[in-house]
């Protein structure tokens, strides 16, 4: 009844079958051997709505597998897509390699991947699709970033760890013997930066890594560089080690019980540690970290390291004093870590108080942090923030409505005036460039040759300078842009408990004032005003 030509298409002998109907045509090919095949509905509707005879009828097609490849925009995954043959040939493995070989893909090629696809032709139905991945680029690893390797215990890690007395329980004045290094010590070993690994594309394309971020090693007061060595610090004297931005210095160390009349003031170049308390009226300074066990009562400690006092720093207003002055302070080139402060002033670059702050004066470079720093609940009351990046604490301001001031981000003005006065030099350096351009006309209008090439090599001098000189300028405001967008990007109020009334709050030109308790918030510069939003 039923038989195939050369070129795939299945004829019916309607001259002897003579079908019925539409209906018996194709249940006959469903009984058939070319059941699989693609039924031409459209042929065999035509033979019936026909009056000419016909001795042969179109009433299906063999339709063989296909194979396509699509590349992922990225060009790092190839996948295959297979439409199932309908009664014609299946592709082979050699046919579809041909395939992915015309596409493009030449790397990260798997066969296991393009068989699991292949098979399904086998228990799929004829004209299904069917889609799976068969290659897969590799993304490039990118480089490790050099790394300080500590061979000493510094005086800050020291101080984590008290010394235990023999009954189990912890002395938190006592921390065994000073953390010193001799000259000749290793301190840090520098790991360098790698350079990453390169990936690849399913094309053949090489993608190259992003190298890891490197730095200098310093040598900081005490320590040189190891002549044989260039990733290696090593000590030259005698004295405690302390970490600084990317290597180490090495401090001679002064201890002290008390900080009192009886001792005087300590002015140091050095460490200082005070294993008691800095009394009334005392001073301390030093070039190095200062470490006080226990308080500091009315007292003033100046360090160009970092400043850390065991215990609570409280002063008082001195009414003596025209402008009523904290009579304790605090500054550090530095962190300063306090317990709780009082009528205290705080300057650093970072200012960790662990559990309160009342009526102090705070200026830090970038955080203030009042609480825990995996969980900030210290309170923030009183006094103000004269200037700082971030300020993060539980409460902040008092249930009472009692005025505070945080003033954030104030850099900012003085970035902006910088910007300002950019502007105006550009623009009279941008005058003088034109006015340079007229002379240019008017002097190769001279008829001297002479004349005219000593004047125009003056002004190409002077073209040369200013053309510099505004590109200095334009260079100049981009970066000044840049650290005004970063520095304000980065800038909150953050009350992880309660933003309270009597707040007022300045970032950078704005200002913000609470008239009520607000649940945990954010405070932040958005589109140009002050925005608080809510935890949810």
């Known amino acids: 009844m039923f038989k195939v030509t050369k070129n795939g298409q299945v004829l019916m002998d309607v001259a002897t079958a ?109 004209g299904a699709e069917y889609s799976g991945v068969i290659a897969q680029g590799r993304p490039p690893e990118n480089g490790l970033p050099a790394k300080l390797i500590s061979h000493v215990l510094t005086l800050k890690e020291r101080l984590k760890q008290p010394k235990m007395r023999e009954d189990g329980t912890v002395d938190m004045r006592d921390f065994g013997a000073l953390s010193s290094v001799s000259p000749g010590t290793l301190l ?14 399913v094309t053949g394309e090489t993608v190259e890594p992003l190298p890891g971020e490197t730095f200098q090693l310093v040598a900081g007061e005490g320590t040189e560089i190891s002549q044989s060595n260039p990733l290696e610090l090593i000590a030259t004297i005698a004295g405690c080690p302390s970490d600084i931005a990317n290597g180490m210095r090495v401090d001679d160390i002064f201890t002290i019980n008390d900080v009192n009349v009886k001792s005087g003031h300590i002015d140091f170049s050095g460490s200082v540690i005070v294993t008691h308390n800095v009394e009334p ?25 970092n400043i850390e006092v065991r215990g609570g720093v409280i002063g008082h207003l001195d009414h003596s004093d025209n ?38 004066d705070i200026k830090a470079l970038r955080k203030v942090l009042v609480g825990l720093e995996d969980n900030p609940r210290g309170k923030l009351i009183g006094g103000t923030i004269f200037d700082a990046q971030s300020v993060i604490a539980g409460e902040i301001g008092s249930p009472s409505g009692a005025t505070m001031s945080v003033y954030l981000a104030t850099s900012g003005i003085e970035i902006t005036n910088k910007t300002d006065q950019c502007i105006r030099e550009l623009g009279e350096t941008d005058e003088q460039i034109d006015n340079l351009q007229k002379a240019v006309e008017k002097a190769d209008q001279l008829k001297d040759a002479e004349k005219k090439k000593m004047l125009m090599a003056k002004i190409s001098a002077t073209q040369t300078h200013y053309s510099q000189q505004a590109e200095a300028l334009e260079n100049q405001l981009s970066e000044l842009d840049h650290t005004l967008h970063e520095l304000l990007e980065g800038t909150q109020l953050q009350a992880t408990s309660a933003l309270h009334s009597g707040v007022e709050l300045h970032i950078f030109d704005k200002t913000y004032r609470t008239n009520r308790s607000y649940p945990p918030c954010t405070a932040k510069l958005q589109d140009g005003k002050i925005e608080i939003e809510f935890k949810t």
Not at 281 to 303: L, R
């Open 18 to 126: 003579t079908p019925p109907s539409q209906a018996f045509i194709v249940e006959a090919l469903e009984c058939s051997p070319y059941a699989d095949c693609e039924v031409d509905h459209d042929s065999i509707a035509a033979y019936f709505q026909s009056e000419v005879s016909e001795q042969q009828l179109l009433v299906a097609k063999q339709k063989d597998a296909e194979l396509s490849i699509s590349i992922s925009e990225d060009k790092m995954q190839a996948s295959a897509k297979l439409t199932t043959a309908k009664g014609g040939s299946l592709i082979s493995l050699d046919q579809a390699k041909k395939i992915i070989v015309k596409a493009g893909v030449c790397r990260g090629y798997k066969q296991a991947y393009l068989e699991k696809v292949l098979s399904k032709q086998f228990d799929a139905q004829p």
């Open 188 to 201: 840090i070993t520098q790991r360098p930066a790698t350079p990453g690994k390169e990936g690849f594309t």
């Open 281 to 305: 009226g005392m001073k301390v300074k030093a070039s190095g970290d200062v470490t006080i066990m226990g308080t500091v009562d009315s007292g003033e400690v100046f360090s160009d390291g």
């Open 323 to 360: 402008d009523q002055s904290l009579t304790s302070k605090l500054v550090a080139k530095g962190d300063i870590n306090i317990v709780h402060g009082q009528y205290t002033y705080l300057e650093g670059r970072n200012v960790y108080i662990q559990k309160q702050a009342n009526h102090c």
